[in-house]
């Protein structure tokens, strides 16, 4: 992954240096972007899309691989699930190739899909000049999400020498020209040949739903089903539709670098990472924070994780390389790295393909060199996604860039926070227990003991999270608790809580884990012998437990 502020490098998380590209000038806006490089007239028309408050299934195209027989059987089969009628199901006769040419790309998938909007009346176009596509402008599209399935091919290969082609962008966007074919399809509707560089969009940092929002016609949404295996894709439905009906509950991880603001050009990147941690996702689901250089660890007791935000490893490490690891059903995953989609169908290789393996229903990932800047925001997509936006909306309204690298794997219609929005029960009601696990149940009680605390205060906050674990008997809920007393800096409190978590929780790594987070917050505060007592007490205890081999980590941090 390269930095946006003229120095580019492709380090890995244990800072083996790829080679560094020195880069004359990139000029990215904080909320948005200038480039040379622009859409014809057909992206930049104005905005003539569906009628609002549409379900998003009613604005959706599901794109199949004739050439592969389980594509069209898994089209079939999200189709049927999600209510798409048939005449929306689109089969193209391309490449099985996850990697195409330029050439397989505009033959076999935009000129038959354009053919297929033209014919159906999908969309309009002024003037209608099939035979001189540049100069056709759509002015109006009934269509905002496409879906990609299994077979679709997933990137395009850098080309050379392309008719049409321009880009004045410094160096190396106007040398890149590879793309990944969903980002490529978001672009459809611009009957562009600048394909060079990248295109400015108009949704990023948008905070309207897609058919609603002030933006080209043209342009839509793309979301690919795809993974290693065709049953996975299956899962990868099912779950999402589950979900969505009896909500995302367990918790966040987020793995930082400990990089400060500025420090470095890779910097950007834990910005993303804190705000995430700090601001956005702990008043919904309890969130861990690692902010060390280091990843998480392979022992690291992960349970129950039900958001993942991670950087910067080449390959699947820490505990997703971790034999019966399982992410919760529904869960939604990203880990930053330049390549980590180069396959999505490998579960071994890269980060995607792994991700999905392990259970992750939603996953980001780049086909290719996105740099820094022009990869997922991810404060941003967290942001949108936890306020309810479906999967697609929240993506693409945090990439600063179309026709580009990054992939957006999962059902783009899926909605987890749908529950997490209509949280409307009372707390001293012994039924709210009674919606599902027990995970479901701290879940709901600690979305809303967070909320108190978000608007009210953490002394009220504190109050209702822990009125509501005494009465659920959860652990759960006193982890949370005293992860949030620990970014709020009260390490006394933080410590309590988890002691009440440990006392509740049955599983030794869920004790380990939460000893683990009470030895972290104690030696930050300046209390190392009680942290060093606390981590020798809980090492005995677990000593039969593989998950307490991360104790040893902490030794370092609590010596005097």
């Avoid at 160096?171 to 978001?186: Q, R, Y």
């Avoid at 993942?308 to 919760?328: D, H, I, L, M």
Wanted: with cysteine; aromatic share 10%.
């Amino acid at each position: 992954m390269n930095a946006s502020d003229g120095y580019y490098t492709r380090s890995s998380r244990r800072g083996r240096p790829y080679g560094w590209i020195v880069v004359a000038a990139l000029i990215l806006l904080a909320a948005g972007l200038t480039t040379s490089r622009v859409l014809t007239q057909g992206l930049l028309g104005p905005s003539g899309g569906p009628r609002a408050g549409a379900n998003p299934a009613d604005l959706a195209v599901v794109v199949f691989n004739e050439n592969d027989p389980l594509s069209r059987e898994l089209a079939d089969f999200y189709a049927g699930k999600r209510g798409i009628p048939s005449e929306r199901v689109v089969g193209l006769k391309c490449l099985t190739d996850e990697e195409i040419s330029r050439e397989e790309y505009d033959n076999h998938i935009a000129a038959p899909l354009r053919q297929v909007f033209d014919a159906r009346g999908w969309w309009k176009r002024s003037p209608d000049k099939p035979g001189e596509e540049p100069s056709s402008i759509v002015t109006s599209n009934q269509i905002c999400y496409l879906v990609l399935i299994r077979g679709i091919p997933l990137r395009i290969k850098q080309t050379s020498n392309y008719p049409g082609d321009h880009c004045n962008e410094p160096s190396p966007l106007k040398d890149a020209n590879g793309a990944c074919v969903d980002s490529e399809l978001t672009v459809l509707g611009g009957f562009t040949r600048a394909i060079s560089g990248f295109l400015p969009n108009p949704y990023f940092r948008s905070y309207s739903r897609f058919p609603e929002a002030k933006r080209p016609p043209a342009m839509m949404l793309v979301g690919r089903l795809d993974a290693p295996t065709g049953s996975m894709v299956k899962r990868m439905i099912e779950d999402s539709l589950a979900v969505e009906k009896t909500g995302l509950w367990g918790r966040c991880y987020i793995d930082g670098r400990g990089m400060a603001a500025g420090s470095n050009p890779l910097a950007e990147g834990d910005v993303w990472m804190a705000k995430l941690a700090n601001e956005i996702v702990p008043y919904t689901l309890p969130t861990v924070y690692d902010n060390q250089p280091a990843m998480f660890s392979q022992p690291f007791p992960m349970n129950e994780a039900a958001l993942y935000f991670g950087w910067y490893s080449e390959q699947v490490a820490g505990p997703f390389a971790r034999g019966g690891f399982k992410f919760q059903p529904g869960a939604v995953a990203c880990h930053i790295h330049s390549f980590s989609a180069t396959s999505v169908r490998d579960p071994f290789k890269w980060w995607v393909g792994p991700l999905i393996d392990k259970g992750a229903d939603a996953v980001l990932g780049n086909v290719y060199e996105p740099y820094l800047s022009l990869t997922t925001h991810l404060d941003i997509f967290a942001d949108h996604l936890l306020d309810g936006y479906t999967f697609a909306e929240s993506a693409w309204a945090a990439q600063p860039g179309l026709s580009w690298m990054n992939t957006v794997v999962g059902d783009p219609l899926y909605r987890p926070a749908l529950v997490w929005k209509n949280l409307e029960f009372d707390l001293d009601d012994p039924s709210g227990s009674a919606g599902g696990s027990s995970t479901a149940a701290d879940g709901r009680a600690f979305a809303q003991g967070a909320r108190t605390w978000h608007a009210k205060g953490p002394a009220a906050g504190a109050a209702a999270l822990k009125k509501s674990a005494e009465r659920l008997h959860s652990g759960r809920i006193y982890e949370g608790l005293g992860l949030l007393e620990s970014a709020h800096g009260d390490a006394g409190r933080a410590a309590e809580a988890f002691e009440h978590a440990a006392k509740y929780y049955r599983e030794p790594a869920d004790r380990v884990r939460v000893a683990y987070e009470e030895i972290r917050c104690l030696a930050n505060a300046g209390r190392k012998r009680e942290a060093a007592a606390i981590l020798a007490s809980s090492r005995d205890q677990n000593a039969s437990e593989p998950a307490a081999a991360v104790l040893d980590e902490l030794k370092t941090l609590v010596a005097p």
